[in-house]
């Protein structure tokens, strides 16, 4: 086994206990993760940007932890096709499922839809029933793949 010596190591924070009585579910549970716990980036590294205000044009090699004003973690980001866009560790045609709103997909995936000619039919014919209508003609919870940026 080979490690790799090259890694950014941060120390993951709580950033508060949460309550067992709070949660009705996983789902609400997981969905709080993000504001329960933060990773902090030590000072020592460079070749990070960490900070709610966009990096500078000299800045563009380098990446970005953004967060919003309060210090909260909202991404992580790289100067990439022109602007500074989230990074996903995915592979090209990687499958995910999503919810929130099918007619706002985030940029970089594509929704697997019937006539997709990266994904063969016998695929789309079996992720499509597991989708959820949103009542509006879109989807609430469907399949997407990263095509990338």
């Known amino acids: 086994m080979q490690l790799i010596s090259d890694v950014i190591k941060g120390a993951i924070k709580l950033n508060q206990l949460p309550d067992r009585l709070k949660y009705s579910s996983w789902i609400e549970f997981i969905k709080d993760l993000p504001n329960l716990l933060s990773v902090e980036v030590p000072t020592s590294v460079s070749g990070v940007i960490v900070g709610s205000s966009y990096p500078t044009e000299t800045d563009r090699d380098k990446v970005w932890y953004r967060r919003d004003s309060a210090g909260n973690l909202i991404g992580t980001y790289a100067f990439q096709a022109g602007s500074w866009r989230p990074l996903y560790q995915l592979a090209p045609g990687q499958i995910l499922w999503l919810y929130g709103d099918s007619s706002d997909i985030p940029e970089g995936f594509i929704m697997i839809d019937v006539g997709d ?30 095509a990338g940026y």
């Open 117 to 146: 000619p990266r994904i063969p039919a016998l695929v789309v014919n079996t992720l499509m029933p597991q989708y959820i209508p949103n009542g509006s003609g879109g989807y609430e919870y469907f399949a997407v793949r990263w």
